[in-house]
């Protein structure tokens, strides 16, 4: 059973910085594409990122272009998601997700994705 597990979440000032990982275990992870979402409280799970493991295309919610960057490293089963210039907007449990069937699914879509992390608090005050 693939597992994966979040960290690197915290509380921060707005304009600093926090890098998220994720690492998965199994020996395929290669072959999945990724993503990470965020829940804030009384409000619906939302996209931020995703990266397709069949091309390494990328996609972001808008808000968070030029700021966040996604990245993986799979040589360490990992996958990363670099968020710089935070804003207390950015404040939710976020939440990394695979999608272990070499899918070609839309990043974006919830649905896309089969495997799913519990979730690494991150807290932006002003």
């Known amino acids: 059973q693939v597992q994966l597990v979040e960290s690197g979440g915290g509380s921060v000032q707005a304009g600093d910085s926090l890098r998220l990982s994720c690492a998965a275990s199994g020996r395929t992870f290669s072959t999945y594409s990724m993503g990470w979402f965020r829940q804030a409280p009384g409000k619906e799970r939302e996209f931020v990122a995703g990266i397709r493991w069949s091309d390494g295309a990328r996609d972001y919610l808008d808000s968070v272009k030029g700021r966040f960057t996604i990245s993986r490293d799979n040589a360490k089963n990992t996958l990363y998601l670099q968020m710089n210039s935070l804003k207390p907007e950015d404040t939710a449990v976020y939440y990394c997700?695979?999608?272990?069937?070499?899918?070609?699914?839309?990043?974006?879509?919830?649905?896309?994705?089969?495997?799913w992390g519990q979730g690494t608090q991150v807290t932006v005050t002003s």
């Open positions: 997700a695979a999608d272990s069937r070499r899918g070609v699914g839309v990043l974006s879509m919830s649905l896309t994705y089969d495997l």
